[in-house]
């Protein structure tokens, strides 16, 4: 059986706009975004809303990449982006 890991990466853009929504504080140190299980993860060019309850926005899905880490262990990554007309 496969160890897999999901790691989300931001571009520059997405990350600021993620900033605004979720920002990074001391009493908020276990803010989390809640996504599908590995075997349901979103496809390049799928769009998923993230943020807290009421003030989602759209995030999409700019690259998946597979990174084999040695034996049965793996990584995936997903790289937000945000949809063009926001940049």
């Known amino acids: ?9 931001w571009t520059e853009a997405a990350s600021r706009k993620i900033e605004k929504l ?3 504080n001391a009493k ?3 803010a989390y975004l809640a996504l ?11 769009v998923l ?13 700019a690259e998946r ?8 262990d793996w990584t995936i990554i997903l790289i937000l982006d945000v949809p063009h007309e926001t940049h």
């Open 49 to 61: 809303f993230l943020g807290p309850d009421g003030k989602q926005q759209p995030f999409i899905v």
């Open 28 to 30: 908020d140190k276990d």
């Open 1 to 9: 059986m496969s160890n897999i890991q999901l790691d989300i990466e």
């Open 22 to 24: 979720m920002p990074r």
């Open 65 to 72: 990449q597979y990174h084999h880490d040695g034996d049965a």
């Open 36 to 46: 599908p299980p590995v075997e349901c993860l979103p496809m390049e060019g799928d």
